[in-house]
């Protein structure tokens, strides 16, 4: 799977001309979506793209987040995890599953088959580097959405994905990502207490997502090297953007909510491949450092790893002119100084409060959007990968309009495809584009 540099660039080139067209063959800056009527008695019909742990679990939670619900169309690359499944769904809700055989489709362009059916809402699971594409044809198919994170692995992605949030909002259409921290109760009582000044101005946000390994598929006889690396995109950063922003992208958006959503200037890191260091993971690191100076000497300090066998933990520390808040993200919220909190309310699903949330504005007719701060959110993660991997110190401005395109286009994708794969990033060598 390797590529002289001149024909990669030539590639790129054409990829990121192509990626000006909607995979549905039309101009989206100029395509008519059909606008939900939003009444209260429609059936909603739910779509599903992606089928594997998080699809299926949106699913559940979408046909969970409203009476009136139907799960009616799944598409996947691989028939073996559709049926898979499917059969979870109809194991956990069988009444709101009602996928006949001729709406599940299999394939590079199974999307476009559930977007063309009379589907109103689309979960988009798929890895993140399809995220996109399949955005823009959903909003140009004029379906409400919901994506999970991260939505695009390059910067050209993240400037399309901007481009089609607001797309969304003018058509009226959802767009809701899966930044599901942002809809955890705990979380919303603390930032709450924030706002509100509790712990004064906040001057650092420290960051953690340090984990251990992750799943892998084992290669089977019968698999190409694509389908090999297709099943295991996470170690690919083509198709995952690399573990900065594929998981720890979660740690990332809660600093970047503490700081209310503002954009860091300057973003400088460090990063590399100690222990997970086989062929078959591909060639994205295991750690990453960065550290992101926002103005008024303001800083969020991120750090995260996935290696086995070393301490876990998911934190943030704050530090306020007037005190301190510490999250351990799945056991504390507790803030000191001024005045001493602790949050202990009563637990809630973050996964099904964000489908709650999105079926709720939807038949509303006040569809929730937060597209363009899951754009930003993605950048940041993008933006640490730029630094850690080059070595270089980066501000917004460069590294949002940086011109690398990590993969090909949604109408590229073929089971013959070589797509080549970038050797591991050596900071100092690796050079920013
Ligand atoms: N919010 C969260 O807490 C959370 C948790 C886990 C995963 N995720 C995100 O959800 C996404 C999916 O992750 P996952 O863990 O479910 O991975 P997964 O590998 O279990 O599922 C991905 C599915 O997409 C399918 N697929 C791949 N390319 C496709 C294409 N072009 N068209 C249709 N189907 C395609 C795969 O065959 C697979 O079934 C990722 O972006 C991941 O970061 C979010």
Redesign the pocket.
């Given at each position: 799977m390797s590529m002289p540099n001149e024909s990669r660039r030539n590639f790129i080139k054409k990829s990121s001309t192509a990626a000006l067209t909607s995979t549905l063959g039309f101009n989206i800056l100029s395509a008519k979506p059909r606008i939900f009527k939003n009444l209260n008695n429609d059936t909603l019909k739910i779509g599903l793209?992606?089928?594997?742990?998080?699809?299926t679990g949106a699913a559940y939670q979408a046909s969970m987040a409203d009476p009136n619900v139907m799960i009616t169309a799944m598409?996947?690359?691989?028939q073996d995890?559709l049926d898979k499944s499917y059969e979870n769904l109809k194991l956990e809700n069988p009444d709101k599953l009602m996928v006949d055989e001729d709406h599940k489709f299999i394939g590079?362009d199974?999307?476009k088959k559930v977007l063309e059916s009379d589907v109103d809402v689309v979960i988009l699971?798929?890895?993140?580097n399809?995220r996109p594409g399949h955005l823009e044809a959903a909003v140009a198919a004029g379906k409400h959405i919901f994506t999970?994170?991260?939505v695009a692995v390059d910067a050209p992605g993240i400037r399309r994905v901007i481009e089609t949030a607001k797309k969304a909002k003018e058509n009226g259409l959802a767009m809701m990502s899966?930044f599901?921290w942002r809809h955890d109760v705990p979380k919303i009582d603390t930032y709450k207490k924030l706002s509100d000044g509790a712990i004064g101005d906040i001057q650092s946000v420290y960051n953690t997502y340090n984990t251990g390994a992750l799943w892998f598929h084992e290669r089977q006889p019968d698999w190409s090297d694509f389908e090999f690396e297709?099943r295991n995109?996470l170690y690919y950063n083509w198709m995952s953007g690399d573990h900065i922003i594929?998981?720890a992208i979660?740690s990332i958006d809660l600093m970047s909510w503490a700081f209310g959503d503002q954009l860091p200037e300057r973003a400088v890191g460090t990063g590399g491949r100690q222990s997970r260091t086989e062929p078959q993971f591909g060639n994205i690191y295991d750690h990453f450092a960065v550290v992101f100076e926002y103005p008024d000497g303001k800083k969020g300090f991120h750090f995260s790893r996935q290696q086995k066998d070393c301490s876990r933990n998911y934190h943030l520390d704050m530090l306020g002119t007037e005190g301190r808040c510490y999250i351990d993200v799945f056991r504390k919220h507790e803030i000191t100084g001024k005045e001493h909190w602790k949050w202990d309310g009563e637990k809630s699903n973050m996964y099904q409060n964000e489908h709650n949330t999105l079926f709720a504005s939807i038949r509303k007719g006040e569809p929730f959007n937060d597209g363009i701060r899951m754009a930003n959110s993605t950048m940041l993660g993008i933006w640490g990968r730029m630094v850690a991997y080059t070595g270089q110190s980066l501000t917004w401005d460069e590294a949002f309009n940086s011109q690398e395109v990590l993969g090909p286009e949604l109408d590229q994708?073929t089971w013959d495809l070589e797509w080549p794969l970038q050797a591991v990033a050596k900071p100092g060598i690796t050079k920013f584009t």
């Open positions: 793209i992606g089928c594997g742990g998080r699809g598409a996947d690359i691989f995890r590079f199974s999307y699971a798929t890895p993140p399809f999970e994170k991260p899966g599901c297709m995109w594929e998981q979660h994708f």
